[in-house]
């Protein structure tokens, strides 16, 4: 099983909606997914496409079910764990709300081969600790100045807080492929001179399209509402590109989380 995390410095950039997205296209090769909502206070996916959780991650925490209760099945073949919407108290869980999910987290990831942490925007402690969680760390961005300065500042809180050396970088809404490429050599080149050894990876650019847009008021993945448009082949590519990589070896989900819980405590 691999462990993603998927986080972005600055809210806006379309993270929740490229989680989606890569899941359906995952799900689509063979590849088991599943999301868990990590933008716990504020819950993103289940709007996003169009799902009705009648429990989620704060009924879990109250021990009024477990995770496995919560768990929604999409029509898309890949699954999701909702947050809850609207909920200060679950931006930063507490060590024994962190055990209550560590004890549950590895039955609902049987048979998955891809974990995937959708987060939410900013440095909190929750982006940190389910960063820390992850095999592999996704950081979107787009052009914008501030979004590339905001992801350029959660990739160095990583990796001078908690020595995260491997991280993707993913460029949203670019104009063109040349755009996107050009983002990340400007953030690569400051990671550079001023951190170091960070293996910053350019996973690829998603470029503007209106279908996007269409596709998210239908609630529905793009992928699928506009399979030809350019910013599904522009997923696809980045799904190939993401199974082709192979991450180094960390552990299993148990070990990962008690190496995090250490190092957040």
């Known amino acids: 099983m691999r462990i993603l995390a998927v986080s972005s410095g600055k809210g806006g950039v379309g993270k929740t909606n490229l989680v989606a997205n890569l899941a359906l296209a995952l799900e ?25 959780p009648r429990r989620d991650i704060r009924h879990v925490l109250a021990a009024e079910c477990t995770l496995k209760d919560i768990l929604i099945k999409t029509p898309y073949g890949f699954d999701v764990i909702p947050a809850s919407s609207g909920v200060v108290e679950l931006t930063r869980l507490d060590p024994s709300e962190k055990l209550v999910l560590k004890e549950q987290f590895e039955e609902i990831s049987q ?45 160095k809180l990583l990796f001078v807080r908690h020595q995260v050396k491997r991280v993707y970088l993913l460029v949203n809404m670019v104009k063109d492929v040349k755009e996107g490429k ?62 082709k990589l192979k991450p180094r070896s960390e552990g299993g989900l148990e070990a990962l989380w008690s190496q995090s819980f250490q190092a957040t405590s």
């Open 28 to 52: 689509d090769k063979g590849h088991h997914t599943l999301i868990f909502d990590a933008d716990l206070g504020l819950a993103n996916i289940d709007v996003l496409l169009g799902l009705a």
């Open 111 to 155: 048979g998955v081969d891809f974990f995937i942490f959708d987060l939410g925007a900013g440095i909190s402690d929750n982006v940190l600790f389910f960063n820390l969680v992850a095999q592999e760390r996704i950081v979107i961005t787009t052009p914008e100045p501030t979004a590339m300065a905001d992801a350029y500042a959660l990739i």
């Open 182 to 243: 050009n983002i990340y050599q400007q953030i690569a080149q400051v990671v550079e001179r001023f951190l170091g050894p960070v293996g910053l990876t350019y996973l690829g650019a998603i470029r503007s399209d209106p279908c996007v847009a269409r596709a998210v008021r239908k609630q529905e993945p793009f992928l699928k509402v506009c399979p030809e448009a350019s910013a599904s082949q522009d997923l696809l590519k980045i799904c190939e590109k993401l199974l």
